[in-house]
């Protein structure tokens, strides 16, 4: 299993984004968290600004949408310069999130889904034939620095079945308290791409973090 790390730039010092992207310059993904104050009570970067930062990397800008009803929007970011754009299942109807996706992967981006806690599984069904991503939040969606949900790993080995058996590249990702320890556990679980917030930038060198937190995931993959 190929591990990613997707350190968030919900974390970041947001007045120096150039400097906070040199420093994780060694990571797979940049994740940015876009929120509504509607979906979740809590708002996230816009579309301009990942304009703005879509020159400063080469690295995947991997944008998730905690919006409600996505399909008005996931055009936007997609010409702002996301390369894959995730939605949430729980933000609008079944056949809204299908024409969301539909509108991504039109724009040549990858497409993908999230599950908040209380989410089941088996919501990704109607949609994974659609996404080269599942994200599993392992906190509570909208605020960074929460505690890691260790309950939330029987549901991220069941997706990953369901994804060995439906769409077998799909990535996995899991989002919210993964550092150093608990990226090991999401591995092992089934997870391949960690998004990774606080823990990276408050290390003293976040570089080092991804390193160790890659080398970590990697041994648990095996």
Sequence with gaps: MNIKIAPSLFAANHADLTGEIKKIDGAEYIHVDVMDGHFVPNFGIAPHIIKAIRPLTQQVLDVHLMITEPVRYVDVFCDAGADIVTVHVEADTQENIHAALDKILAKGKKAGVVVKPNT???????????????????????????????????????????????????????????????????????????????????????????????????????
């Design 120 to 222: 089941p599984a088996e919501a990704i069904l109607p949609f994974v034939d659609k996404c080269s991503m599942v994200l599993v939040m392992t906190v509570e969606p909208g605020f960074g620095g929460q505690k890691f949900m260790e309950h939330m790993m029987p549901k991220v080995t069941a997706i990953r079945a369901l994804l060995d058996k439906h769409n077998p590249t799909c990535e996995l990702e899991v989002d919210g308290g993964v550092d150093l320890n608990t990226a090991v556990t999401c591995v092992k679980a089934g997870a391949n791409v960690l998004v990774a917030g606080s823990s990276v930038y408050k290390a003293e060198v976040p570089a080092e973090c991804i390193q160790q937190m890659r080398k970590l995931g990697q041994e648990a993959a095996k």
